[in-house]
Every structure is written in structure tokens, then in C-alpha cells.
């Protein structure tokens, strides 16, 4: 009785197993529309990506050098994971250096709107990295994740640019110490 | 004696009025397609999948028993709480911790003689296209919206084309208060769920900035606890929502920055919602949109009257709300929904040749017309034209023939053009050698 039982299950094993191997992999909706918003990239002369396994094109990096701005002269790095929902949800993005910025805070978390509350379907991959370079162009004090970051800016604009030229350096601005991001 | 025909008769006039309905035609039916000398033993062969067995699934898989349907799987990963015996009557205080798929089917077999209800007690992600493929008809009285893009999606990608029997109707219940909805798919012929995901209202997000910094309501406070106060300070490894002690780690540190603000009404129940997104449950809702789809699959399966979903309306809306309202209407079919209006179409290709001359045939190809296309198969890249980076990772795919790339018969590819803003074709790969 017990063998027949244990002779069945691995029948059903190998059965399956070979269901497994006969199944082709079908293109999901979320690559098929990374790979659409990659090809659709303009990136300019300020931007570049990285993609650490170009089989996988859901998680890349993107590097930002600003051109003009008070972060003119860095060099910032967001690390991309876009879920398998992708477009219904947003990619996540994180800033992978400690800066010195109003709305991206040190745990690199950034505030745009588009990431999260004000993501539709029709956003592309293109529509965030221009909204991430526009954060280095006009950094909002509206919008704070760094409080005092925002504080500072607020209160004194001169101020704030020379704090965020003291950061980009890896100094520290008011006792927390920030990574170099000077190229 | 008496007894025994006396249960006999009983048994049969379980059956009488329902026969009638079904076997003969009525001022609606459609003549040409109904048959109703076979139609009872047609049903009662009918493989019918319910997925779901919670406050709409008992509902549906009672109905559908006494509907004339004799094989009905059903599949539920919950287990009983005590909280769903209020309204999911198939469940006793005994049954608090069992499955519901197994608890359910084990009541309606009891209940209606005749009828077979496989339980299975899992995910629908845990089966493959095989295991869907053997029925005629999909039920479901789900209460996520991921759960049904799945199954839809599941069901849309099953069809082949040229056989008929791949073609599976799914009528969806969903419920949510005092209203609800029951709609019918004819997966490819009729919008999908996919198509429809506009009709569900999404969970109104709060900025982050807003949790952060400044914010107004109870809700916020708790949304900060979840989101913020959980990662910072990761007081148990994973967050589990159903774990009493985990909602009232949040709760307590929802209220403290409640109290900081001055905002009142962060409760424990409000915490508990908030976390879980808790929609409130309603007897009387579920068992109207029950009823409205086994109606649709009585009608589906028999033909004895004309069934939502073909070729005009296929959604009805149901309001309790303000007195009882209901409108039936047809949602449309969109044309760039990924899951139905994207396909894979055949594409037949010499598996010696390298990846640039099929790159290359593209442009040629009267189905594709592409002159820079950007190919890619379920976890691999073959040729990326932008941006840069990429484009120079994937150029030595080029001269690699699509054997050497690991392509095979039947596989999908998808292929974009920035050309097109709009064109994301899939193909499935036929291999010919010319």
C-alpha cells in the first residue's frame, strides 16, 4: 500500500517536472514596458545608466552630474528597482550617497511626487529621471525630507549653497558628515 | 417504502423548477444555440473553478450547486477566523483556524446530493496553465485587485487561437460595502480586468514629505508609524498585520506622534485598518452579486437566456448605498491594454541565422516595420539599441545565432521602436530553416 502510494507521488514529480521544462517563458507587460521607456531614454549629456545585469533591465543605476545649479560640479547616483506592477506602480528609487539636500533624505528616500502619490500608468522612466534632475536644478523647500536642509535654504539662500558645497566636499553640515561626490 | 419514495420525490423536486428554466426555451432564448434535451447532463459534466471561498464564494458555490453544476474546484489559501461567521455561512465556531476552501466544499456536498467539490488550499499562483486549462468556466469572488489581474492575465494568455476550448468566460463578483459589481470576460473577445483597472479607485496615497514633516490626520500619524517608524527602527524582523502585538507597536507609536501634533482619533482600530486597508464586509451585498454571477453562469452554461458580457454590456454595477440602484452597461475593450490588446503573434524565423539579420528583417517584415528595434525575452536581453550603455553590453549578441543565444520554438520575444512611441509588439518564435 505504502509503496504504491510513494511510487505515485514520484510519477507525479517527474510528470510535473516535465511540464516545468516543456513551458516557454512568456514576456511579461512590466519588462516589455521597461524596455520601451529604456529605448525612449533622453539622457543628454548630464546623465548615464548602468545596468549591473543587462538581463535584468528592472533594477539599473542612473547617474546624475549637474551641469548648472548649486550641485553643479557632483556627481549623484540612484539605484532603480521597478516592480513587477510597473507602470500601475512607480519605480523605487534611492539616491546611494549621504547628501545634502532639502528633498532627498540621509537615507537617500527622495520627495517627488511622481515616485509616489502622483504616479499614473502614462508616466515613463523618462518622466522621473528628468523630474530627479530638476530636484539638483530647484531643490524645494515646500516639500522637506531633510528638514534642516530646507530650513536652511528657507532662511538663507547664500547660506544653504555654500552648506551644500561644504557636503559635496564630505564635510559636515551642522555636526552630520556627508560623502564626497565631487568629480 | 414511503420513506424511500418520498426522498426520492424530494430529490427530484429540488431539481423541478430549475429544470424547467433550463431545459426549455424562453421569449429570450436563442433558439439556434440551445439545446435543452442535453443541456442537464452538459452542466452537470461542466468543470467550474471558484476561486475564492470567503464572504462571496460561499454564496457562489452554494448557488452553483443548486444551479445544476455538478464538478466545482475551488481554491481559498485562508483560513477561518472567527470574524467570518458572521456572514460566510458555511462555517461553524468548530471550523475557526480550518481552511475555507476545504470547510465549504465539505458543507455543500453534505447539503446538495450529486455535487463534487474539489478543495484546494493555496494560492491561484501556485498552478500552472495546465491546471487551468481543464475547465469550462472561472468564478471569482475575490477581495484583491492583484488576485484577479492574475488570474485574468492567466486566462487572457491561455488563449490559443485556433482552439476553441481555450477560450474560458470568467465572471467576477466584487463587493465593498454597499456596492458591488458583477461582470463577465471573454478573455481577448471582451475588455478584461486589465482593461477595467480604472474602474477600481486606488487607495488614495499621501505624500511622503507630508508623513515626514507636517501631518493633519490620524491617518497620517499611523501611515508614519508603518512607514517610517517601522524601518527605522525594525522592532520585530518582518512586519506581519495579522499579529496583534506587531499593530500595537504601531498604534502606540502612531499615538505618540498624534499626541506631538494634536490630533486626535488614532485608535487601535483605525490602526488596524489603516495597516491591513481593511474594506468593511456586507451579507447582503455579497449574496446580491453572488446571485447576479451564478445567474451569468446558468445562462452561460445553458443558454436558456442571453448572458451579460456578449456583444453589448458586460458589467453591472451595484449600488445599496442610497436605496438600491444597479446599471449594466458595456466597458470597452482597449486596444493598448498590455495584457488583451498585446498578444504574441507568430513569427517565423531560420534559428541559424544571427541576431542583426533578424534585427535587421525587421524592417522588412510587413507585420513589423521596425528600423531600430530593441529585442528582449523573459530574462534576457538580446539587443537593446539605447540608451548607450546598454546598447554597447548588448552589441556582441549581434553576431550570435539565436541557437547559440538560447532561443527556442514557441518562446516570446518583445520588441520595441522609439520610432513608435506607441508599439510594443511580442512574438512567439517558430523556428523554420530556409
Given amino acids: 500500500m505504502l509503496k504504491i502510494w510513494s511510487m505515485k507521488k514520484e510519477q507525479q514529480k517527474a510528470e510535473n517536472e516535465g511540464a516545468a521544462a516543456g513551458k516557454k517563458k512568456k514576456v511579461t ?3 516589455l514596458r521597461v524596455q520601451k521607456d529604456l529605448s525612449e531614454l533622453s539622457l543628454g549629456l548630464t546623465m548615464r545608466t548602468e545596468f549591473p545585469d543587462p538581463d535584468d533591465i528592472l533594477s539599473f543605476i542612473l547617474y546624475i552630474t549637474p551641469d548648472e545649479g548649486m550641485y553643479n560640479g557632483g556627481r549623484f547616483s540612484f539605484s532603480f528597482n521597478i516592480p513587477p506592477s510597473f507602470p500601475h506602480e512607480p519605480p523605487k528609487v534611492l539616491c546611494r550617497e549621504k547628501i ?3 528633498n532627498i533624505d540621509l537615507e537617500g528616500k527622495v520627495c517627488l511626487n511622481i515616485l509616489r502619490e502622483d504616479w499614473k500608468p502614462v508616466l515613463n522612466l523618462n518622466a522621473v529621471i528628468v523630474g530627479l534632475q530638476f530636484l539638483f536644478l530647484e531643490p524645494n523647500a515646500s516639500d522637506p ?12 539662500r547664500e547660506g544653504f549653497k555654500r552648506n551644500v558645497k561644504i557636503a559635496m566636499s564630505g564635510g559636515a553640515v551642522r555636526g552630520e558628515v556627508y560623502e564626497r561626490v565631487l568629480i | 417504502m414511503d420513506a424511500l419514495t418520498g426522498n426520492i420525490t424530494s430529490e427530484q423536486d429540488r431539481w423541478k423548477y430549475l429544470d424547467k428554466i433550463r431545459t426549455r426555451p424562453g421569449p429570450n432564448t436563442n433558439r439556434q444555440v440551445f439545446d435543452g434535451s442535453n443541456v442537464v447532463e452538459y452542466m452537470s459534466k461542466m468543470r467550474v473553478l471558484v476561486i475564492g471561498a470567503g464572504g462571496l464564494g460561499c454564496e457562489i458555490l452554494k448557488n452553483l450547486s443548486m444551479s445544476g453544476f455538478r464538478d466545482i474546484h475551488v481554491i481559498d489559501m485562508d483560513t477561518i477566523d472567527v470574524s467570518n461567521l458572521n456572514r460566510q455561512f458555511l462555517f461553524r465556531q468548530a471550523d475557526v483556524g480550518k481552511f475555507k476552501a476545504e470547510v465549504a466544499a465539505e458543507f455543500v456536498m453534505k447539503r446538495v446530493k450529486g455535487v463534487k467539490i474539489t478543495p484546494y488550499n493555496c494560492k491561484i499562483q501556485d498552478f500552472d496553465e495546465d491546471f487551468y486549462m481543464q475547465f469550462q468556466l472561472v468564478v471569482c469572488g475575490l477581495d484583491s485587485i492583484e488576485a484577479r489581474r492574475w488570474i485574468n492575465s492567466m486566462l487572457v494568455n491561455m488563449v490559443d487561437e485556433e482552439v476553441e476550448d481555450t477560450y474560458k468566460p470568467m465572471i467576477d463578483g466584487g463587493t465593498e460595502g454597499f456596492k458591488g459589481q458583477a461582470r463577465v470576460i471573454l478573455p481577448t473577445v471582451t475588455s478584461c480586468i486589465e482593461c477595467q483597472l480604472d474602474m477600481h479607485a486606488p487607495r488614495a496615497a499621501v505624500p511622503l514629505c507630508t508623513l515626514a514633516s507636517i501631518p493633519r490626520q490620524p491617518e497620517h500619524c499611523i501611515e508614519w508609524a508603518h512607514v517610517i517608524a517601522w524601518e527605522n527602527e525594525k522592532p520585530f524582523p518582518k512586519l506581519d498585520n495579522d499579529d496583534p502585538v506587531h499593530i500595537n507597536w504601531l498604534y502606540q507609536k502612531a499615538l505618540l506622534r498624534a499626541r506631538e501634533f494634536n490630533i486626535p482619533g488614532v485608535t487601535y482600530s483605525l490602526t488596524q485598518g ?40 458586460n458589467y453591472m454595477m451595484y449600488s445599496g448605498n442610497d436605496s ?45 516595420q521596425l528600423k531600430k528595434p530593441s529585442i528582449r525575452a523573459e530574462g534576457k536581453t538580446l539587443y537593446m539599441q539605447s540608451p548607450p550603455g546598454l546598447e554597447l553590453q548588448t552589441r556582441p549578441n549581434l553576431e550570435k545565432t539565436l541557437v547559440d543565444l538560447g532561443l527556442e520554438e514557441r518562446q516570446e520575444i518583445g520588441v520595441t521602436d522609439p520610432a513608435f512611441a506607441t508599439v510594443m509588439f511580442k512574438f512567439k518564435l517558430k523556428f523554420a530553416i530556409k
Fill in chain 2, 274 to 313: 489603516v495597516v491591513k486597508n481593511i474594506i468593511p464586509a456586507i451579507a447582503a451585498t455579497n449574496s446580491v452579486i453572488a446571485a447576479a454571477c451564478c445567474n451569468e453562469a446558468l445562462k452561460i452554461a445553458s443558454n436558456c437566456a442571453p448572458f451579460l458580457g456578449f456583444p453589448d454590456n
Fill in chain 2, 324 to 368: 438600491i440602484y444597479t446599471y449594466t452597461f458595456k466597458h470597452e475593450k482597449k486596444d493598448d491594454c498590455p495584457v488583451c490588446g498585446n498578444l504574441a503573434r507568430e513569427l517565423t524565423v531560420d534559428p541559424t541565422w544571427t541576431l542583426k539579420e533578424l534585427v535587421d528583417s525587421f524592417a522588412t517584415r510587413p507585420e513589423a
Fill in chain 1, 100 to 102: 545634502y539636500h532639502p
Fill in chain 1, 29 to 31: 507587460a512590466a519588462q
Fill in chain 1, 145 to 156: 525630507l531633510n528638514k534642516e536642509a530646507a530650513e536652511d535654504l528657507r532662511a538663507n
